[in-house]
Structure formats: C-alpha cells, structure tokens
C-alpha cells in the first residue's frame, strides 16, 4: 500500500484521516519524517490556499483533495499533477483508500458531486471532455470498462461498425494511437469517471 501523508488544519480530523488509511493497510507518515510520501491527502478547508498545496504535489507524488468546492477540479486537471483525486470531505474509508491508489497509479479521480459539478459546467450532464460528443463518451466509458466493439454494440444498441467510428473518432479528439491510450489520456487529464 502507499506512504501517505496528510495535511489537515483540524488535528482531530488529520488523526481520523490517519486511522482511516491505515485501517486500509496505508502507512501515514508523520509530520517530522522525512520520507517522501507516494501520496499527500490534504483537508483543503474553506478558504484554504490551494496553489500551496499544487505545488507540493507537481510530478513527484500523487495528490488526494478533500474539498467541498466541487469547481477545483478544473484547476487540478490541468495542473500537471503525477496523479489526483477531488472528494468531498465528508468522504468514508473506503473512498479515501480508492482516492489514495488511483492517485498513486498516477490518475484522475473525482466523487460524484463534483462530476455533478463537471455536467453543470458543460451544461449537459452527460456530455464529457470538451470536444466529445456524448455518445462518444459514452462508448470511452465503456472502453474504460474493459467492452469490446461488439459489447459496446450490444449495450448502444448501434451497429459495430458505428462503434469503430466513434472509438477512431474518440483516438483522433485525443490524439492517442489505441483505445488503450484514450482510455489513459482521459482518466489522467481528469476527463473520465473511474
């Protein structure tokens, strides 16, 4: 499991963060050590800064944000994060340990009220990265569900061939060889739903 580190401006709440993870067999590094962590979990209260804490996080380790300002997603999309992950704060063991391995495996996660946020801001709920149309995010999604064309037929109700127009489609918009690489380049820029 990862090293992590937790930054917290309420010490109950930093220790409750604490026996969460490491009841999900994570090793919570304590403020004086000098090991790096894989991971930083910050409680981003209201008002807190928040270019401190992307800065801590550039390209060395993963970040996990507990906010509940769902719009912080956009910034750290597009803040050349290793990895990342944005809960609310009232999130359970259970979130914070999936947050903490999908920010350390270097990709993207959101909770569902901010990819409530993220359809608000596009203005269509279903529609995804800027771009895409919404059926061709929801042929990405269900590429990221491990579907093959015939699958993604069947659950579309569309022929196989209008899959394989989407999936070329979806590889040009994000300029990635193989639906693999889609997949990849999507849930790192924070643009698919984990």
């Known amino acids: ?16 963060l604490a026996r969460m993870l490491a009841a999900r067999g994570h090793r919570v590094l304590g403020a004086d050590e000098p090991t790096d962590p894989a991971v930083w979990v910050v409680d981003l209260t209201e008002g807190a800064p928040l270019e ?11 970040l996990v944000v507990l906010s509940d300002d769902p719009p912080l997603w956009t910034r750290l999309a597009h803040s050349h994060l290793a990895g990342w992950a944005l809960l609310p704060r009232d999130l359970d ?6 947050a903490v391995q999908a920010a350390e495996a270097g990709l ?3 909770g569902h009220p901010v990819a409530a ?24 999604q269900l590429i ?19 899959v394989k127009f ?18 990849t380049i999507a ?3 924070g643009l698919l739903l984990l």
Do not use: W, Y
């Open 93 to 98: 063991g259970a979130d914070l340990d999936l």
């Open 166 to 183: 989407h999936v070329a489609s979806i590889c040009g918009k994000l300029d990635a060889r193989s639906r693999t690489e889609a997949v």
């Open 1 to 16: 499991m990862a090293l992590v580190r937790i930054t917290a401006s309420i010490p109950s709440r930093r220790i409750r």
């Open 117 to 140: 946020a993220f359809g608000a801001t596009t203005g269509d709920p279903c529609r995804g990265p800027p771009g895409l149309t919404g059926r061709e995010q929801e042929v990405l």
């Open 52 to 62: 401190a804490t992307l800065a801590k996080g550039r390209k060395s380790f993963g």
């Open 108 to 110: 993207a996660l959101f």
């Open 144 to 162: 990221a569900e491990g579907l093959p064309n015939k699958g993604i037929a069947r659950a579309l109700g569309v022929s196989e061939n209008t």
């Open 187 to 189: 849930a790192r820029s």
